[in-house]
């Protein structure tokens, strides 16, 4: 704990500077005395539904409570595996049965224990079919990173080609105005030679 404190505050910063602290401990043995299976408290542990006092054993008091100062003492939130009996029906329920027996209704929906059900069937495979499905998974990472590659190659080379075709289009939209600009020109000249109209039409192909 006095670790993780350190990690949170500078040389020579005030103690009111450091961010909160949740210490959440699993026990999978008797602590003390105390009807409820979840804690919360500093010095003081409440039970979350029955309301009372935890008495801790004097032995895991001192691993419990850290000695820090009182101005940066940490909230303890004390599970205790070996007092909860009931049948699973709430989220808190759901992960104090998968704390303590190790089991995932099929139909949870509790977040985070769909990923528990996928890490128990992981490490319960053999070593060989552990690694067969490592195997696998880089496979597909891989595959994936190569059709990425291939999405933005393919996205690149089509915005370069149709910036290329609108610049084309851009040009060639440019010679064609410059085009009839000047024959407009030369029509009116034609026209104040005193040429006849329709001589104009058929040699510059504008009317006038």
């Known amino acids: 704990m006095a670790k993780t404190i350190t990690e949170y505050i500078s040389l020579g910063e005030d103690y009111h500077k450091v961010k909160k602290i949740y210490s959440i401990n699993i026990f999978y043995f008797d602590i003390g005395r105390g009807e409820d299976y979840l804690y919360h408290g500093q010095n003081h542990f409440i039970g979350i539904h029955t309301k009372d006092q935890l008495v801790v054993n004097t032995k895991e008091r001192s691993v419990i409570v850290s000695k820090l100062s009182p101005e940066i003492f940490p909230e303890y939130i004390l599970i205790r595996t070996n007092k909860f009996d009931k049948i699973a029906v709430t989220p808190l329920e759901e992960w104090m049965d998968y704390l ?103 040699i510059t192909g504008i009317t006038l």
């Open 100 to 202: 303590k027996r190790g089991t995932i209704r099929p139909d949870t929906m509790t977040p985070g224990l769909g990923e528990a059900r996928e890490k128990l069937r992981y490490y319960s495979m053999t070593p060989e079919d552990r690694y067969a499905y490592d195997e696998h998974l880089n496979a597909v990472m891989i595959q994936n990173d190569v059709l990425d590659s291939a999405k933005l190659e393919g996205y690149l080379e089509g915005l370069a080609e149709s910036r290329a075709e609108n610049k084309e289009k851009g040009k060639a939209k440019g010679l064609a105005k410059g085009e009839t600009e000047a024959n407009l020109e030369n029509a009116k000249k034609m026209k104040a030679m005193g040429i006849d109209l329709e001589m104009i039409r058929q």
